[in-house]
């Protein structure tokens, strides 16, 4: 703190700033407070805030507290000129209708008052005040709203936000919290580093405000907000208590919409006077809509607007004067005893009838039926024929005597442009020249409203940024999320229920699935151990080698059949859907259910960003327990059987039944975590994808609804139901009569006169052509001109892309990145799958069915585990023992930048493979290094996890909250 040479306070913009006064005496300045704390005569604690202009004591020294270092003038005007609104309702495909909400309506609310806005009901009260607060705005509407006669409330609303209060007349309190902590939280997100006490003070004192006694204070903070049914605070207590959540915020403009709604005449009266003792006490600007006030609440209003259906202005000014305006136009006779607000309103309803039956001016169309409400408010016109505007008229060639018709109207204000343009045009008559009516024309153009904004006023000073930083936020939003949680006891339960009951689950529906293939195990071991034996070229003798093969399937449990690995991948699959379950059905209404409160909360201190961050971490916490919950269950079997301090307590019956329990016998801690991680991932990007339905849904009932629209396509596109692999490419196998055409130009005419009875026969699959051509024209040209043929049979018809395009929704499926994560994970182990080969083309009857080892990865996606790496002096090595492999292996071959080399065997044919030199494929074979392909395959899998759904959910959700909260 420095003074200066007048003695006014000059104080820095930091959060809390302690300024010692006295031994006793401390000032507080906090964002644009200040507070003083002192020590009354029997030593009891008080605090006292200071107002603009107070003196305050520094010692001996008189210091001065100037509104400049407040909000920049000691407290808000607010105008309005030309605010209008409507909206085009659609009827139908071919038909629409535009209805007006607010019609060019002017305004003026000055500090220390109370103004009212009545009108029937639909005449767009909530719309006006909507618009006056900025809580609404438009482009595509206009209208022009200012404090102070420079800020522009549509233009600044983020800045103006922290000064400007704003009551929905729709609940906006957490109903979960109680009064203390709710509060607790709206303070700390606007100020931060704030003492516990003072911050106490300022929480009661904003209550007292809001008309609650400091008696009452206790019993009303400590208790639960709940919701409208469950009547733990009444509604005269709910809508002050969503007004002190206002007033902690310090606002010098309190808008509230029909704050005495639903409310009994008792309650309506406490709230309007305690809001009419606010404005006395503070000297603030509030403007509150009420649909029919009682006497008592009547008679405390400062000002009165009124709307009649349309938008349109029906009157504006004092209170008292509107009895007898609308009794003289309605001819009615106003009753002592009547309530003011309902003679009113029944006497607009009967002057709007007259009108419109006598057809001169329509109920829509105030211009002439309220002008003397309008010369009674001069300061409120936005058009004036003024001395500057003559003397424009005199330069530009007016004639004298047009301007001597003129005169008359000097300084005459009026609010609409159409009546400004026909008075005009009425005092100079028809008479004058075109010459005269472009003048005129030019002039009716330049009478726009006035714009505070053009007029170059010197701003007492910028604001400051009082909003508190990012982190302040995310902390208090978090801290927020976890107490609405841990106040919902049921949600909890039923957070913790739903992973214990599908685990359960999925250990009585998987119980002993290891024998459900037991004997198709069995025969594809064996079947494997004659696939090598003829793969070797070893001679088969059955007699002799099948009791050694079924000796040896016995001992072979890491090998399984195709049924098998089915059943131990749908429970990856399994695992993955019901993460995704959880992740989705957690957020679907974590946004949608607070809107109310959030917009609010956006339109005044609450950054969008924060508040998503805090619901995507707070989320996480939960994903995180619930992934555990999961698979404790899951693994719990093998914790009890594989710990040695608990094995002995078991008995042995009980020890059988846990193994029938035992999904993945050999798992180990570490592969229980890397599942963990797996799960937990994919549960926490499933409730990114809530996050976003609970965003865009307009209700919590459409969110839960919208749930079974992510779900399905994930079962279904997932890769479990319709493995990925078996997605063929976008084309059909067929010899068209173009192929036929090209083929002449290689292919033996007697070759393809054999081939015509296939011309435009489509075959499903590769193989089946293959076995059809070299039926007819024999192996030896098969073997010459199979390459060619196959090529030209390809055809790619538009149905076969639209299909394949299709198809390819899989790629934007969390189900299927996920399960292929966990089949990776899987796949390091020693587990492999017998994958059976069926080919009838072969000469021998024992090698029709072949068996071959594959990881369970390889079974549902594309994924080739044979590339070979090789060290820049390895491959030369290899060139040397092999140099006519060169040749073949040029277009497999990647470099890095050091010179090592990778090559993978799956991208050359066949034949390309026989073809090789004798030893060369053992040798690349041995250079398989299929662990470093899978975690290089797990990074690329997460990675494409985070950024696709970041990019695709994330950035749309953090747009739309920004969109619907913030305009």
């Known amino acids: 703190m420095d003074k200066h040479d007048t003695n006014r306070l000059h104080i820095k913009q930091v959060d809390v700033e302690k300024i010692p006064l006295s031994p006793n005496k401390v000032l507080y300045h906090i964002s644009d407070r200040f507070l003083i704390n002192d020590l009354d ?24 507290f100037p509104p400049q270092i407040f909000f920049g003038n000691e407290r808000i005007t607010l105008s309005a000129y030309d605010v209008y609104w409507a909206k085009t309702f659609r009827k139908g495909f071919f038909s629409a209708e535009k209805r007006v909400f607010c019609n060019q309506i002017p305004f003026r609310a000055e500090p ?13 009260k909530t719309v006006l005040l909507n618009l006056l607060s900025g809580y609404i705005c438009s482009p595509r509407n206009y209208g022009q709203v200012f404090i102070n006669g420079s800020y522009d409330v549509h233009k600044e609303r983020r800045i103006l936000g922290r000064t ?128 029919q006030p009682s006497r008592e609440s009547f008679d405390l209003l400062d000002r009165l607007l009124i709307v009649n259906q349309g938008g349109n202005l029906a009157y504006l000014g004092d209170p008292q004067d509107a009895v007898a305006y609308f009794a003289g136009h309605a001819g009615m006779t106003y009753q002592a005893r009547q309530n003011p607000a309902e003679f009113i309103l029944r006497a607009l309803n009967r002057w709007t009838a007259s009108l419109a039956a006598s057809n001169s001016v329509t109920a829509l169309s105030p211009e002439k039926s309220i002008t003397e409400a309008y010369y009674r408010q001069p300061g409120y016109f936005s058009f004036n024929l003024t001395e500057s505007l003559l003397e424009t008229l005199r330069d530009q060639g007016m004639a004298s005597e047009a301007l001597e018709r003129l005169a008359p109207l000097k300084n005459r204000r009026f609010l609409w442009r159409s009546e400004y343009r ?73 957070q913790s229920f739903q992973p214990i009951a599908i685990a359960l689950l999925m250990l009585l529906a998987f119980s002993w699935y290891s024998q459900d293939y037991y004997s198709e195990d069995i025969f594809a071991r064996v079947g494997c151990y004659f696939t090598q034996k003829v793969k070797q070229g070893q001679q088969i003798r059955t007699w002799k080698d099948l009791p050694i093969a079924k000796a040896q399937a016995y001992s072979q449990p890491h090998l399984m059949s195709e049924g098998a690995a089915n059943r131990r991948a749908a429970i990856f699959f399994l695992l993955v859907a019901a993460c995704i379950w959880l992740g989705i059905i957690n957020s679907c209404q974590e946004i949608v259910a607070e809107r109310t409160v959030v917009k609010r909360e956006a339109k005044s201190i609450v950054r969008i960003f924060p508040y998503l961050v805090a619901k995507i971490i707070f989320l996480g916490y939960i994903c995180l327990k619930q992934s555990l919950l999961l698979l404790a269950i899951i693994f719990l079997p093998n914790m009890l059987l594989t710990t040695e301090r608990w094995r002995p307590l078991f008995s042995e019956g009980f020890r059988n039944l846990l193994l029938k329990f035992q999904l993945f016998p050999k798992a180990n801690f ?135 395009y299709a198809g390819g929704l899989h790629h934007l499926m969390l189900q299927k990145w996920a399960f292929k994560a966990l089949l990776l994970y899987d796949s390091l182990g020693r587990l492999r799958v017998l994958k059976k080969i069926v080919d009838f083309d072969r000469y021998r009857e024992y090698e029709y069915i072949q068996f071959e ?115």
Request: glycine letters at 6%.
């Open 853 to 967: 080892e594959q990881r369970l990865v390889e079974m549902f996606f594309p994924v080739s585990l044979d590339s070979a790496y090789y060290t820049a002096q390895e491959y030369q090595n290899f060139l040397a023992d092999f140099p006519d492999a060169t040749t073949m292996l040029q277009d497999i071959i990647h470099f890095d930048r050091v010179g090592n080399v990778s090559l993978q065997l799956s991208d050359l044919s066949e034949r390309e493979r026989q073809a090789l030199p004798r030893g060369s494929e053992d040798n690349i074979l041995a250079h398989r290094a299929p662990k470093r392909q899978i975690y290089a395959l797990l990074t690329h899998t997460f990675i494409i996890i985070v950024v696709l759904y970041g990019f695709f959910v994330l950035v749309p959700t953090y747009w739309w909250l920004r969109k619907s909260l913030l305009t």
């Open 422 to 494: 026909k008075t005009l045009k009425t005092a100079l008559g028809q008479g004058y020249d075109v010459e005269q009516r472009e003048v005129l024309r030019q002039v009716v153009q330049k009478g726009h409203p006035v714009r505070l904004s053009d007029i170059h006023q010197e701003r007492l000073r910028d604001i400051p940024n009082l909003s508190t930083s990012f982190f302040q936020q995310f902390r208090v939003l978090f801290r927020r999320n976890r107490s609405v949680t841990h106040a919902e006891i049921k949600t909890r339960l039923f």
């Open 41 to 64: 005569d029997e030593g009891k604690e008080i605090w006292k805030e200071v107002q603009p202009g107070e003196n305050v004591y520094l010692g001996q020294e008189h210091l001065v």
């Open 670 to 804: 570490f592969y229980g975590a890397a599942i963990l991680a797996i799960l937990f991932i994919t549960t926490c990007v499933a409730s990114w994808m809530g996050l976003g339905i609970s965003a865009f849904a307009p209700t919590p009932k459409t969110a839960l609804t919208m749930v079974p629209l992510l779900i399905i396509p994930q079962l279904l596109l997932g890769g479990l139901i319709r493995p990925i692999k078996d997605i063929g490419r976008p084309e059909s196998i067929m010899l068209t009569p173009q192929a036929f055409s090209e083929l002449r130009r290689h292919v033996p005419d007697t070759i393809l006169d054999q081939l015509q009875d296939f011309k435009n026969r489509p075959f499903a699959r590769e193989h089946d052509f293959v076995v059809g051509i070299r039926s007819r024209i024999g192996d030896n040209a098969m073997a010459d001109y199979r390459d060619m043929l196959v090529e030209q049979a390809r055809v790619t018809t538009r149905w076969d892309r639209a299909l394949f």
């Open 112 to 124: 220390g008052t109370l103004t009212g806005i009545m009108g029937p009901s639909g005449a767009g």
């Open 164 to 291: 400007i209060g704003y009551v929905p007349q729709d609940d906006t309190l957490i109903p979960q919290l109680t009064v203390q902590q709710s509060l607790d939280y709206c303070f700390q997100l606007r100020y931060s580093g704030v003492p516990n006490n003072l911050q106490q003070h300022i929480i009661e004192d904003a209550c007292q405000k809001a008309g609650f006694s400091r008696e009452s204070l206790p019993d009303l903070l400590a208790a639960k907000i709940g919701s409208p049914d469950e009547k733990t605070l009444s509604g005269g207590e709910r809508k002050r208590v969503n007004i002190a959540h206002e007033l902690i915020r310090h606002p010098l403009l309190l808008f509230l919409d029909e704050p005495t709604s639903g409310l009994s005449s008792v309650d309506a009266d406490t709230v309007t006077q305690s809001l009419k003792e606010l404005c006395t006490r503070t000297n603030i600007t509030i403007i509150l809509t009420i649909h």
